[in-house]
């Protein structure tokens, strides 16, 4: 089973920030929180990933609680191609840090 | 860019023919993984392996089988293709590093096969 829990769809503006949240409130001390995005069906792409301090590259930035039971991923100007299914993933201790794909959050951008 | 590659990218075949779904990585990557995917629906994991002559059944239940000779090539195998196979497969390989107590991996995805078994 999934260990993270992500809205099933959200809207966005072309331009604005994209705030994505996902709670992962049994998270492990050792277990990462990781994004990965997909797009038309292709391969997903990873994205970022975290333990428990903020990171940020050039696709995206990582916010992840204090108490770790949460994140939101951030896409700071959100374009058409950002359009994607975004899935959270915490990798599982309990299973060979196999990540554990759940059904993720369908982004729609607006023009 | 992730180097990894798929072929066919689209393959339609008849019930009971024997098909290989090819997979090769250009990365080094000893960890590879091959993932069943439906439209609209989530990735499953199949078949992993940790490197040359290690395979591995994933959480969902397959009738292929994979084989992995060379570091870069993990070819997954359906003896007898049947409709129920059809579905779209997934390989993907990854990078892994270890820090204290903490396992961090992340994985690059190929493009995919979409299958359709007639």
């Known amino acids: 089973d999934a260990k993270t829990t992500q809205p099933t769809s959200m809207d966005c503006a072309e331009g604005r920030a994209a705030n994505l949240p996902c709670n992962h409130s049994t998270i492990s001390g050792n277990e990462y929180v990781y994004w990965y995005r997909q797009i038309h069906s292709q391969g997903p792409q990873y994205i970022i990933h975290?333990?428990?301090?903020?990171e940020t590259n050039e696709m995206a930035s990582l916010i992840i609680t204090e108490d770790r039971k949460s994140s939101t991923l951030i896409l700071p100007h959100a374009t058409l191609r950002d359009t994607a299914v975004y899935y959270c993933?915490?990798?599982?201790?309990?299973?060979?840090?196999?990540?554990?794909w759940g059904a993720g959050t369908k982004l729609i951008i607006k023009p | 860019e992730a180097d990894i590659y798929q072929t066919p990218r689209y393959l339609v075949i008849g019930t009971g023919k024997k098909i290989t779904l090819e997979c090769s990585q250009t990365m080094g990557h000893d960890k590879m993984y091959w993932y069943q995917q439906d439209p609209g629906m989530e990735l499953h994991l199949i078949h992993y392996s940790y490197g040359v002559n290690s395979t591995e059944k994933g959480d969902l239940s397959s009738e292929s089988t994979v084989s992995r000779i060379r570091t870069e090539h993990f070819p997954l195998t359906l003896e007898s293709a049947r409709p129920s196979h059809t579905s779209q497969y997934l390989c993907a390989s990854s990078e892994w590093g270890a820090s204290g107590r903490s396992l961090q991996e992340t994985q690059y995805f190929g493009p995919g096969t979409r299958l359709l078994v007639l």
């Open positions: 975290g333990l428990k301090n903020n």
């Open positions: 993933i915490v990798s599982s201790s309990d299973s060979n840090y196999q990540l554990i």
